[in-house]
């Protein structure tokens, strides 16, 4: 197993370019989150999935932002027509289970960066 | 309106003292708390956690207690070391419904030689 893993890295793009993200979650965790970092501030809850189904979003969430997560494996983020406000680190996390408790933590991935110029 | 603050941005501690790491938090629905920590260019980690039915947590050099009644909890690393520096998130969860964790802004700690 080798954890969460998220593509690409790093992204720079111009402002009103779209960009999506894609997070492979650890094998068999049913729930996977999104959560956005920016500087200064922990991370912030964007979304998140049971298996296929989007079961909460945050006011955070713009209608420029849409995820997907469509075998109940892989998830992907994207963002429309993006701002210079976009700029920032996209984590996704997983999890077993369904709460947080003993060994259910959430493990996240490096990140993804968005430079917005 | 932050449900979980921690108000040190960043703390510095000599190598081999105790480094402790303070938490506040509003919601008094929730019942399990975390640390977190992270390098740069790395995503957080998870370091240990507590429930809300404990008032102390131990694993190795790392304890988390918590004080209910002042709605607090804290890190405590003995005795720390180098590779302790990094940025440290204090995180709760309150019990299914609400199946999210929220972050604090985190806490920078310098490991000085």
């Known amino acids: 197993d080798t954890g969460v893993s998220q593509d690409p890295r790093h992204k720079i793009t111009k402002r009103g370019q779209n960009v999506t993200f894609r997070c492979d979650p650890i094998?068999?965790?049913?729930?996977l989150y999104w959560y956005r970092q920016t500087l200064g501030q922990g991370p912030e809850f964007l979304t998140y999935?049971?298996?296929?189904?989007?079961?909460?979003k945050s006011r955070l969430l713009s209608d420029r932002f849409s995820a997907e997560r469509p075998k109940g494996s892989f998830s992907t983020l994207e963002i429309q027509r993006t701002e210079q406000g976009d700029s920032a680190m996209y984590l996704c996390?997983?999890?077993?289970?369904?709460?947080?408790?003993?060994?259910?933590?959430?493990?996240f991935g490096a990140g993804s960066r968005l430079t917005v110029l | 309106d932050q449900q979980v603050k921690q108000n040190s941005p960043s703390l510095s501690v000599q190598e081999g003292r105790i480094s402790i790491l303070n938490c506040d938090y509003t919601n008094s629905m929730f019942d399990y708390f975390l640390w977190y920590k992270k390098y740069p260019a790395e995503g957080p980690t998870f370091l240990i956690s507590?429930?809300?039915?404990?008032d102390k947590n131990e694993d190795g050099r790392f304890t988390v207690f918590l004080n209910k009644s002042a709605k607090h909890l804290s890190l405590h690393i003995v005795p720390s070391q180098p590779g302790d520096s990094a940025v440290y998130f204090c995180?709760?969860?309150?019990?299914?419904?609400?199946?999210?964790?929220?972050f604090g802004k985190g806490t920078r700690l310098h490991i000085l030689p």
């Open positions: 094998s068999e965790h049913n729930r």
């Open positions: 995180a709760a969860s309150a019990p299914r419904g609400d199946d999210k964790i929220i």
């Open positions: 507590i429930s809300s039915i404990k």
């Open positions: 999935f049971q298996n296929e189904a989007q079961l909460e």
């Open positions: 996390a997983s999890i077993p289970g369904f709460s947080f408790s003993g060994a259910n933590v959430l493990t």
